[in-house]
């Protein structure tokens, strides 16, 4: 080969590096992240899991949404995550105490009275952000950089909806929204076809929807895929901090009335997924789908419609994640769980 093309595809070579480098520099950066969420056991693991990863995620706020149980008590929840965190410096707002429409439901029986299995519950050293998450949002996601924030829904998706609702131009300031919820392939966890989080408040995850925005959806089709087992639950406590100690007693509590409902080996942490999504999403895979939400009454209300094989013919709305890397998953989860103390 004559020197000169040689020398020639050496120069291509230290291009190609330098533009590799400079894309990893760019994706590097950590993403702006605000999570939305209704603690319960599974957002509290999600929390922790998202506020010990600050190299990847910078969380600007938590929002609080009634739905596993009453606003007050998930707000205490995400409040005690931040505090075992050691993350006080993010601020938690308030939203909705109720559904745009329906009568409000709870998971009490899931989640436990306080909405934490398995652990003692205590009123946090710090308190709530001045003002509504709904009005944060408005506020946050309307002064943003166009495509620059991203969300990540871990309850029923009424404070956004209603955000969307009062100052629609907000979605501008949205990068995308990762959704823990639905049901198809799996079939429902609060009715034979829907999920909870759908089913709390069909109505805003319809607003959300037709928002247009980008969307992914983590439903139960692969939560139910991601199970607990006793070797990565001593996985988790074999890390020996209080922070490993604490998800290790609230996942015992919590897989136990899954684990016997569903027949399954080990436990879902249904919302822990999203986390692990953003944090590394070549764990999981899934398609570009047509979703709709039926939120007619009667027996299909809260079902997610996911047109899996395309026989509508529709646009494709959402990306629907089917499956994942169980054991990928706990290692990322313990990994970052380590950090804590
Ligand atoms: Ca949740």
């Not at 509290?44 to 009453?70: C, Y």
């Not at 998450?133 to 956004?160: C, F, H, K, R």
């Not at 805003?204 to 692969?222: C, F, I, M, N």
């Not at 136990?256 to 436990?267: I, N, Q, R, S, V």
Request: glycine fraction near 10%; hydrophobic fraction near 45%; include cysteine.
């Amino acid at each position: 080969m004559p020197e000169r093309v040689q020398k020639a595809k050496r120069l291509l070579r230290g291009l190609v590096l330098m533009s590799a480098l400079s894309s990893t520099a760019v994706l590097a950066a950590p993403r702006d992240l605000i999570i939305d969420t209704d603690p319960g056991a599974d957002d509290v693991v999600a929390l922790l899991f998202a506020l010990a990863s600050p190299e990847e995620l910078k969380v600007r706020a938590i929002t609080t949404v009634a739905g596993n149980v009453r606003l007050d008590k998930t707000s205490c929840n995400a409040r005690l995550a931040r505090e075992w965190a050691g993350r006080e410096e993010v601020p938690v707002y308030a939203g909705a105490p109720t559904p745009l429409v329906r009568t409000p439901i709870y998971a009490e029986n899931i989640h436990g009275e306080e909405g934490l299995p398995g652990v003692a519950v205590h009123e946090p050293k710090k308190g709530l952000a001045q003002g509504s998450a709904v009005q944060y949002l408005i506020d946050t996601l309307g002064g943003a950089e166009p495509n620059s924030i991203t969300l990540a829904m871990l309850g029923p998706q009424t404070n956004l909806a209603l955000a969307l609702i009062q100052a629609p131009q907000i979605v501008k300031g949205i990068k995308e929204v990762v959704v823990m919820g639905g049901a198809h392939f799996n079939g429902g966890n609060i009715t034979p076809v829907a999920e909870f989080n759908l089913y709390a408040d069909p109505q805003a995850a319809e607003v959300v929807l037709r928002s247009g925005v980008k969307l992914t959806y983590l439903p139960l089709d692969v939560t139910h895929k991601v199970l607990t087992s006793e070797a990565r639950l001593k996985q988790i406590r074999g890390l020996n901090n209080h922070a490993s100690k604490l998800v290790g007693d609230i996942l015992d509590a919590y897989v136990k009335g899954d684990m016997a409902h569903y027949g399954l080996p080990g436990g879902p942490v249904h919302d822990a997924s999203v986390i692990a999504y953003l944090l590394k999403p070549e764990l999981f895979s899934g398609r570009q789908i047509h979703m709709s939400v039926d939120s007619r009454e009667g027996p299909t209300f809260g079902q997610t419609i996911a047109d899996w094989y395309g026989t509508l013919e529709l646009p494709a709305n959402v990306m629907w994640i089917e499956s994942g890397d169980a054991q990928g998953f706990f290692d990322l989860l313990s990994e970052r769980l380590a950090r804590l103390q």
